[in-house]
């Protein structure tokens, strides 16, 4: 799966993308053995990561450069909070589990090593950085979910399944290419290999690859 320019190049420097989007716990989600235990304790977790994420998405209105920018990232806050959310709430709920149990679910060393990852990102970077930190949670779901969702895969977890790799979701993976594509052509212009601060992008990138494939639970 690509999504815009930027992403693909990203992509190919981080050794562990594959690590990420081709994990265990994903092959055992999409036929069925996937403990069910595991699964709640999995959005749990992301429940806590993605009440995280969407602050940092919030920073990125303010450190957007224009309006335009400030309207794409406030859009993901908006899937975040009322599309993302809501699938975590409704798949846990389903199991008796209530959203005062995520809310008050402790963070373990992932979720907290990954969310300040982000964060500090922002905060000491700019608006580039912290959409090199954003990308790979946001693309590696459209591509899990996309690539799943083309195969055969088991009912158990297919309200997961189809909620990434939907179009809904692969709509807002193309306007965050498209974001991220013009961010970088405006700041680094249409050669952005050849600016020094490129390979620091890249390797925000891939540091936030290697958490994203260290947080799906561990099987076995």
Known sequence: MSYGRTFPLWRDMAADWDAYTRAPFLAALADG????????????????????????????????????????????????????????????????????????????????????????????????DLLAALAPCIFGYGEVGARLMAGRYAPAYAPWIEAYGGA??????????????????DRLGDTPAAVPVWRDLGRTFATATTLEAGFWPRLG
């Open 33 to 128: 053995s996937l403990p069910h235990a595991t699964f709640h304790d999995y959005l749990a977790q992301d429940y806590r990561f993605l009440i995280h994420f969407s602050r940092a998405w919030g920073l990125g209105v303010a450190k957007a450069g224009s309006p335009a920018e400030m309207r794409a990232c406030a859009r993901m806050v908006h899937a975040l909070m009322d599309t993302e959310l809501s699938l975590h709430v409704d798949l846990c709920g389903k199991a008796g589990i209530p959203e005062a149990a995520l809310i008050a679910t402790e963070e373990c060393a992932g979720t907290l090593a990954y969310t300040r990852f982000v964060m500090d990102a922002g905060y000491s970077g700019g608006f580039l």
């Open 168 to 185: 809904e979701y692969q709509d807002l993976c193309r306007s965050m290419a498209a974001l991220l594509d013009r961010a970088v052509t």
